[in-house]
């Protein structure tokens, strides 16, 4: 018999059977289905969490100054005064890996708008900014470029200071006091809520850096540069690019050490990958048991049709057909079980994952993997428990398979 | 059961004879003697459960080419198992069994496949179709499983199908047809291979009289041809039809008379028509 024909002839015998047929490529269906889903929605959540942990900030790097020697003694990271405004606009312009830059300084001080006041840190950044924190304005707007270059008289306040400051008012438009300086409110961001750390990321004010500088802190140096790399996957060459970038500028050759630090958040990024990785994996294989199950129905049906059509296998020996003759027809019926099954379970798997993205609203994500990981499975379901019904009746003596009633 | 061929009589040299599956069995082979079956001393033993039942006890029996043979016998005197072994379908426990210059009793399994499909065209009793298939397809059957190709195995097809008279029915499924139309689709299955022998196990048992009149007619048209023919049967008036006939009682031949003068179906089928017409007025 040959492949077309022996394909037919099992076409044939599932169509004789359709209901029957249907019902065990259910399995299969839900199975491959199962597995498609599950490794999408796996496969979103992972999606989910590198977003949530690229708005934490995994791309961005920060530059402190060197820590300070005299003598033996070090006397700690950021005391050093080696970072200028001119490293920042450098690194802007030189280090193709980094996407935005923002020079950051700090100053304390009391502020106070009309009767009330608030002691809070000023932090003195760069237009870039919040595109790095991955932070937003919620009403009125952020400072312009037009404002750094002229150290204007102008921030944009946390919801804290703002709620501590204006509890009845909207802020934006109104003049606050920062240690005796008369400072425009612009704007005020979006609730941050606590850092890791536990501190509250909402209780400060943002002004230009070049106003902090001049205005309120009178202090020439950066506290820090914090940069944010093209991608995540890109910090390590960014850090490599703005190591050799500043040390070319601060003139440091050779093995001597490094006048600055950069820190990264890289660790965090990838436990948390590895976190949802496993999810996914967690996943796949609870769906993969529902596949396991789906060739089981395959098994004890093929068995069923085995012992059903006996007499069939007898007539067919009877006229010729060899034990291997059998066993190819029987193994082609599973195959072909399981064949359709698998592609009516992408079918099912692809439409079950967007309709639980429309619904739940999570991201899914169908990969071309997972697509030939449950098919390549079925099939191999197929062929493993098909193999032992069709052994059974190719081993068949033809004639107690004739005479079976 | 085949650890003495080097016993059997009449000089076969049993090396050429055993055949290996897909070796070419030509028409034009041509024959060492003109015997095409020959027998000796054939047992076989069932267990069942705890009983010993002894089926055949040495059965040797010589059967020539072109011969139309009937075998006979009470039920439980061994024919059917007899017929199964000569139909490649069952082994024997002892004593050997040479088909067409072949030792079958030395085959394997597929070897086995390979003469019953090439060399035997068994007919049953109960017809043995495949259901929810046409006839046609039955037909095509066994040309399935020696890889003719497919316009080839459907001019067989037809071909075997117009000698059985039933070309006007090649896509009807066997529930569409008489006991008589699928006994004749059975017929021409065993035929399309063009086999050394036709072996038929009752054939008429399921027929009635009339019907199985006409089976006999379309068995000794094909036997005219040429075709050598072994049928088992228990109704003697069909019998009578056959060449030889071959009695069996307890696993043992009883008795192997020739048929000088046997009955022509064709003529016994007027007969009945016009009974039929006499009844009819």
């Known amino acids: 018999m040959k492949g077309l024909n022996i394909l037919l002839a099992a076409f044939r015998a599932l169509q004789r059977n359709k209901l029957r047929s249907f019902l065990t490529m259910l399995g299969i269906i839900i199975g491959v289905g199962a597995v498609i889903t599950m490794l999408a929605i796996g496969q979103g959540a992972e999606y989910s969490v590198k977003e949530q942990i690229a708005s934490l900030g995994t791309n961005v790097l920060i530059i402190f100054p060197g820590s300070q020697q005299q003598g033996g003694l070090k006397v700690g990271a950021g005391s050093m005064t080696t970072l200028t405004q001119e490293d920042a606009l450098a690194i802007q312009a030189e280090c193709p890996q980094v996407a935005f830059v923002s020079p950051d300084t700090r100053a304390n001080g009391q502020v106070i708008a009309g009767n009330l006041n608030w002691a809070t840190g000023i932090e003195g950044v760069g237009t870039d900014y919040l595109q790095i924190r991955v932070w937003d304005i919620q009403s009125g707007n952020f400072f312009t470029d037009q404002d750094v270059k002229a150290a204007a008289k102008v921030c944009v306040l946390g919801t804290t200071v703002s709620n501590n400051l204006f509890p009845d008012s909207d802020p934006v438009g109104q003049t606050i006091r920062i240690t005796n300086v008369p400072v425009k409110v612009t704007g005020v961001l979006a609730a941050k809520g606590q850092n890791a750390m536990g501190q509250d990321q909402d209780d400060i004010i943002l002004a230009p850096y070049t106003t902090v500088l001049d205005r309120l802190s009178r202090f020439p140096y950066l506290r820090e540069i914090i940069v944010s790399a093209t991608s995540a996957n890109d910090i390590e060459l960014a850090q490599k690019q703005i190591t050799d970038l500043l040390r070319m500028r601060h003139k440091i050759v050779g093995l001597n050490d490094d006048d600055f630090t950069i820190r990264n958040q890289s660790d965090l990024a990838s436990a948390a990958t590895s976190t949802s990785q496993i999810l996914t994996i967690l996943l796949a294989s609870i769906a993969s048991v529902s596949l396991l199950v789906g060739g089981i129905g395959i098994m004890n049906i093929m068995l069923v049709s085995v012992t059903e059509r006996t007499r069939e296998i007898g007539i067919r020996m009877s006229v010729g057909a060899r034990g291997k003759d059998i066993l190819t027809q029987f193994l082609i019926e599973a195959l072909v079980l399981s064949l359709i099954g698998g592609i009516t379970g992408i079918i099912f798997g692809v439409a079950g994952s967007k309709i639980i993205s429309g619904l739940a609203g999570w991201p899914t994500f169908i990969t071309a993997f997972s697509i030939i990981l449950s098919f390549g499975f079925s099939i191999l379901v197929g062929l493993f428990f098909g193999f032992y019904p069709a052994r059974k009746a190719s081993m068949l003596n033809p004639i107690d398979a004739l005479r079976y009633e | ?281």
């Open chain 2, 1 to 281: 059961m085949d650890a003495n061929i080097s016993s059997v009589a009449d000089g076969i040299n049993t090396d050429t004879a055993k055949v290996s599956a897909g070796e070419n069995f030509s028409p034009g082979q041509v024959p060492v003697n003109n015997d095409l079956i020959k027998i000796d001393q054939l047992e076989k033993t069932y267990a069942m459960g705890d009983v010993q039942v002894h089926a055949l006890r040495g059965v040797s029996l010589n059967v020539f080419r072109e011969e139309f043979v009937a075998i006979m016998g009470a039920s439980g005197s061994g024919k059917s198992t007899f017929m199964n072994i000569l139909g490649c379908l069952d082994k024997p426990t002892n004593g050997t069994y040479i088909l067409d210059n072949i030792n079958v009793g030395s085959l394997s399994r597929d070897e086995l496949a390979f003469i019953r499909n090439k060399k035997i065209g068994f007919v049953f009793q109960g017809f043995n179709l495949l259901s929810r298939t046409t006839a046609l397809e039955n037909v095509e059957l066994p040309l399935f499983y020696n890889s003719t190709s497919t316009k080839l195995r459907k001019e067989k097809s037809i071909d075997a199908l117009k000698k059985v008279g039933l070309e006007e029915r090649i896509y009807h499924y066997p529930n569409q047809l008489s006991g008589g139309q699928q006994q004749r689709v059975a017929i021409a299955r065993a035929l399309v291979n063009d086999p050394s022998i036709v072996l038929a196990d009752e054939p008429t048992g399921n027929l009635d009289s009339k019907t199985s009149i006409e089976v006999m007619e379309i068995f000794q048209k094909l036997n005219e041809q040429g075709i050598t023919i072994i049928l088992v049967t228990h109704e003697p008036d069909i019998a009578l039809f056959a060449k030889r006939h071959i009695v069996f009682r307890d696993g043992k031949i009883k008795s192997d008379l020739l048929n000088a003068v046997p009955n022509k179906a064709s003529e016994a089928l007027k007969t009945i028509s016009s009974i039929d017409d006499e009844v009819k007025l």
